[in-house]
């Protein structure tokens, strides 16, 4: 058995949207970063990630890239679901990062060589950007949605977020 979806009208296409955005050094504990993100599809909520990382990154640049790793996975994941159910998804898919110097990296292919696993993770989303399917997106830190996943944040940001992702 196969299950199958359609839209109403054949030039309709679906949107998928991430989130991703780290807390650098967020527990004093241990200093490992938060890793957030959320999906959209065609603006609405799908799925959310809110997980502390398993290493500690050196920098925040570092620590957005094991984000955009992490969502860019979930990301994937959903794509392909999609398109399994017979779903269009438009490409590039947006992935919305606050962190400017990490969104240049990944645009030019840099290298972290001093930083095998990172180097690994940035390779893993720059091979999806050089193909098309996601494109790093820069976004001022008050609209980054996932801000909610990882900072603690005063009653008044958290009413303004809620509010950005249409929740009661």
């Known amino acids: 058995m196969k299950l199958k979806m359609s839209l109403e009208d054949e030039k309709d296409v679906i949107t998928v949207t991430c989130w991703s955005d780290s807390d650098f050094a967020a527990d004093k504990s241990d200093r490992k ?28 640049m570092e620590a957005e890239f094991t984000s955009a790793s992490h ?13 399994e159910i017979g779903l269009p998804v438009t490409e590039p898919m947006s992935m919305l990062m606050d962190n400017q110097a990490a969104i240049k ?6 290298s972290m060589a001093s930083a095998k696993h990172v180097d690994v993770q940035m390779k893993f989303i720059c ?20 801000d909610l996943l990882t900072k603690t944040l005063p009653a008044p940001r958290v009413a ?7 929740l009661v």
């Open 71 to 83: 969502v860019g996975r979930e990301l994937l994941g959903l794509r392909e679901l999609l398109k």
């Open 127 to 146: 091979d999806y950007a050089k193909k098309g399917i996601v494109k790093p997106e820069f976004v001022e830190s008050k609209l980054m949605k996932a």
């Open 33 to 60: 970063s938060i890793t957030g993100g959320v999906l959209t599809v065609s603006g609405v909520i799908v799925h959310w990630i809110c997980k502390k990382q398993t290493g500690v990154s050196l920098s925040t």
């Open 105 to 110: 990296m990944l645009e030019s292919e840099g």
């Open 160 to 166: 303004e977020l809620r509010e950005l992702f249409n």
